[in-house]
T-cell receptor
Framework: SQQGEEDPQALSIQEGENATMNCSYK?????LQWYRQNSGRGLVHLIL?????REKHSGRLRVTLDTSKKSSSLLITASRAADTASYFC??????????FGQGTELSVKP | DTAVSQTPKYLVTQMGNDKSIKCEQN?????MYWYKQDSKKFLKIMFS???????INETVPNRFSPKSPDKAHLNLHINSLELGDSAVYFC???????????FGPGTRLTVT
């Protein structure tokens, strides 16, 4: 069964605004990962947050993890048109299998 | 300098045919994967190999057979292609099973 589920499924914002995407998962995890997929391309790893971490930053990206609520959020600040993509959260299960959510489609309008 | 490469990028074929997709990584990773992404962008793992040994074999038809000649290559062979096999197939690699994965550009398979 699917582990991660993103919310919202689609998000449309103006350039310069912040974008927040949420991910919920079902079982205990060692880490949670966020990936970006541009149209027609492969997935690109953005950030990995471990289960003992609460927040992590990478450039304009900020990821939070709340293991008590089994949820994570990805914040993209000062969005750009180039941030238009699908964003996926993923969690590895005990067998090392990475389970992906359905993704959030982000559209940033210039 | 491509880290994970796949060939071909597009594959159009008829039902019943047999086809292969090749994947190579030059990152020195021990673990490689095959994923299938459907039209709704749902990404599902199919197989995983660690140092040429099969470690994850999801419930996929046995028409799909992975082959890893060495730890830098993981190929996917599909027999008797069906319409439902149409999807984008991604190869990926990672240094260890729980770590971040590096994806290839994908192979869009269309079965007519």
């Amino acid at each position: 069964s699917q582990q991660g589920e993103e919310d919202p499924q689609a998000l449309s914002i103006q350039e310069g605004e912040n974008a927040t995407m949420n991910c919920s998962y079902k079982t205990s995890i060692n880490n949670l990962q966020w990936y970006r997929q541009n149209s027609g391309r492969g997935l690109v790893h953005l950030i990995l947050i471990r289960s003992n971490e609460r927040e992590k930053h990478s450039g304009r990206l900020r990821v939070t993890l709340d293991t008590s609520k089994k949820s994570s959020s990805l914040l993209i600040t000062a969005s750009r048109a180039a941030d238009t993509a699908s964003y996926f959260c993923a969690t590895p299960n005990q067998g090392g299998k990475l389970i992906f959510g359905q993704g959030t489609e982000l559209s940033v309008k210039p | 300098d491509t880290a994970v490469s796949q060939t071909p990028k597009y594959l159009v074929t008829q039902m019943g045919n047999d086809k292969s997709i090749k994947c190579e990584q030059n990152l020195g990773h021990d673990t490689m994967y095959w994923y299938k992404q459907d039209s709704k962008k749902f990404l599902k793992i199919m197989f995983s190999y660690n140092n040429k040994e099969l470690i994850i074999n999801e419930t996929v038809p046995n028409r799909f057979s992975p082959k890893s000649p060495d730890k830098a290559h993981l190929n996917l062979h599909i027999n008797s292609l069906e319409l439902g096999d149409s999807a984008v197939y991604f190869c990926a690699s990672s240094p260890l099973a729980d770590y971040e994965q590096y994806f290839g550009p994908g192979t869009r398979l269309t079965v007519t």
